[in-house]
């Protein structure tokens, strides 16, 4: 089993950043991939940022440019680097992690932004 714990969310203005972060223990010996999805109210979850083990990134196109997604294999944890924050950006973000061919999910932290 696999344990992520987030932190990192929180209120902040438009144009602001945050960092949040992900970190993962357990019974860890095969992270294939650690993202960062993220859900507001009344919509679906949908991918912020991924990272595979050899460092490829991938963002959806609301977060080119703005947010960076980063790993620490020695710490089994994932970052994501949220720069010029707008309200759209209001949602809870949860971390995933892909371990051994399973799916994992953080608990999920709350990021608002205003304007």
């Known amino acids: 089993q696999v344990q992520l714990l987030e932190s990192g969310g929180g209120l902040v203005q438009a144009g602001g950043s945050l960092r949040l972060s992900c970190a993962a223990s357990g019974s860890i010996f095969a992270i294939n991939v650690m993202g960062w999805y993220r859900q507001a109210p009344g919509k679906q979850r949908e991918l912020v940022a991924s990272?595979?083990?050899?460092?490829?990134?991938n963002y959806a196109d609301s977060a080119k440019g703005r947010f960076t997604i980063s790993r620490d294999s020695s710490k089994n944890s994932v970052y994501l680097q949220m720069n010029s924050l707008k309200p759209e950006d209001t949602a809870a973000y949860y971390c995933?992690?892909?371990?051994?061919?399973?799916?994992?999910w953080g608990q999920g932290t709350q990021v608002t932004v205003s304007s």
């Open positions: 990272i595979i083990t050899g460092g490829s990134t």
């Open positions: 995933q992690v892909i371990h051994a061919g399973r799916i994992y």
